[in-house]
C-alpha cells in the first residue's frame, strides 16, 4: 500500500508498505509488481496497519489512477474490519485524463508515463505508481490552470 500527500503540487510525505494479503499472489500479479509471497509472508496484515493509514490519508482528497479499481478493494478490507466507508473526496486521473485528451490511444498509467515523459523509479509497484499519478495530477492541474478553467469535473 502507497500514498503520498501533496501541498502545493509538491510531494511533503510518503506512505509505504508492503502488506500481507492473507492469500497466494497470482504468477501474473507478480509478475506485473515484482513482489512474491516470500516478501510479504512476514508482511503486516491489513488490520496492523489500517489505523496508520487512515490516520495519513486523514481527510485530504484521494486521487488515484483507475480509482474505482483501488477503492473497492479498500471498501472489501474495510468492511471485513467492520469499518465505514471513507467519506473523502476523490479525483480519478483516468477519467480526468480521458475527457481531456480523447485522442491520445491508451489511457493506462505506463502509457500517460512514456506521454508526458514522467519518471519513477518503481513501476507497477505500489509508491511508484502513486508518485507517477502525483506526477499526472501536477500535469492535469497545470493544463486547467493555462487553459483557464476554474474546475476539474
Not at 492469500?23 to 491489513?46: E, W
Not at 485530504?60 to 471485513?80: A, R
Not at 508515463?113 to 513501476?123: A, L, W
Not at 507517477?132 to 500535469?139: F, K, Q
Amino acid at each position: 500500500m502507497a500514498a503520498v500527500k501533496l501541498l502545493n503540487g509538491e510531494i511533503t510525505a510518503t506512505y509505504s508498505k508492503l502488506v500481507n494479503p492473507c492469500c497466494p499472489i497470482s504468477p501474473g500479479a507478480s509478475a506485473v509488481n515484482n513482489i512474491t509471497d516470500d516478501m510479504v509472508r512476514n508482511a503486516p496484515k491489513f488490520h496492523e496497519i489500517y489505523e496508520e493509514f487512515i490516520a495519513f490519508i486523514g481527510n485530504g482528497v484521494i486521487v488515484g489512477h483507475h480509482l474505482p479499481f483501488d477503492m473497492s478493494f479498500l471498501k472489501v478490507k474495510l468492511n471485513q474490519l467492520g469499518k465505514p466507508e471513507l467519506e473523502n473526496d476523490t479525483l480519478d486521473t483516468l477519467r480526468l485524463a480521458r475527457k481531456m485528451w480523447p485522442h491520445f490511444p491508451s489511457f493506462k498509467l505506463p502509457a500517460l508515463r512514456r506521454q508526458f515523459c514522467i519518471e519513477i523509479k518503481d513501476e507497477h509497484r505500489a509508491l511508484g505508481d502513486v508518485v507517477a499519478t502525483a506526477s499526472l495530477l501536477r500535469i492535469i492541474l497545470e493544463y486547467h490552470k493555462k487553459n483557464g478553467k476554474k474546475e476539474i469535473c
